[in-house]
């Protein structure tokens, strides 16, 4: 039986998340859907990270197990076929060994959030980014991430929810850099806690608004304690862009 890496790209907005619902809203429910409509075959489709409601993907990554052999190329466009008017499309597939798993061999992931930083409102961007109107400082902003970098409890910066067994994680790298109106903040790992990175854009904002300094941020990583946290930043500028394989 084949297996096939899939790189994907969605826009979060329409889905309860990644991970399949009862509801068949998630962006998991629709491939599968696709899957089957190609090969006549149900099954699952697993994926490298489960991106919350609202959440989008440049480069998330799955792998499928199915009995009709393929090219790869035909995978991609079949399943594209059977997603027409879902915003949900398979970059590329990929036939791998057995051995390869989207999430468990996976060595790094790759987040950014973006902030559109103006008074203005969104139109084009709506729900693609998050809008602050108050000026942000990004330097301020990307000196105070540095304190976050290397392995600590995160959890301050963890949701309640999160079913990690543990709230230890290496952070490799935040950058935060403006480029005219818009904010990057890019985060890599190799794995996140639920809502790691919207938690710590949201502290990060009050850095950029002149309310928080970089040992405020140093003291709430090290209180390990989700009420120390500022508020989360929304779903709506978040994205996985990429996922790392040896």
Avoid at 22 to 28: I, L, N, P, R, W
Avoid at 64 to 87: F, S, W
Avoid at 222 to 234: I, L, Q, W
């Amino acid at each position: 039986m084949p297996r096939y890496k899939l790189t994907i790209e969605y826009d979060g907005t329409p889905f309860n998340g990644w991970q399949s619902q009862a509801d068949g809203k998630a962006v998991q429910d629709a491939l599968s859907r696709a899957v089957e409509g190609f090969c006549g075959e149900k099954v699952t489709v697993f994926g490298a990270g489960r991106t919350d409601s609202g959440v989008h993907a440049l480069g998330q990554v799955a792998h499928i197990d199915i009995e009709k052999e393929a090219a790869p190329d035909t995978v991609r466009d079949a399943i594209n076929y059977h997603l027409r008017g879902v915003p949900v499309a398979v970059l590329s597939a990929e036939e791998v060994s057995t051995e390869f798993d989207a999430r468990f061999s996976a060595v790094r992931r790759h987040y950014f959030y973006r902030i559109v930083n103006r008074r203005a409102p969104l139109t084009v961007d709506k729900s693609k980014a998050w809008l602050v109107h108050v000026p942000l400082d990004a330097d301020a902003m990307h000196a105070a991430a540095q304190a976050l970098i290397g392995k600590h409890d995160f959890t301050t910066f963890r949701s309640a929810h999160c079913q990690s067994r543990s709230p230890v994680k290496t952070l490799d790298e935040v950058t935060v850099s403006r480029y005219g109106e818009d904010i990057e903040i890019i985060c890599r790992a190799r794995s996140f806690l639920h809502n790691q990175v919207r938690s710590i854009v949201g502290s990060l904002k009050l850095v950029g608004e002149g309310k928080w300094t970089k040992a405020d941020m140093a003291r709430a990583l090290e209180a390990a304690d989700r009420s120390a946290c500022g508020p989360v930043a929304p779903p709506d500028g978040l994205y996985l862009f990429q996922v790392d394989y040896d």
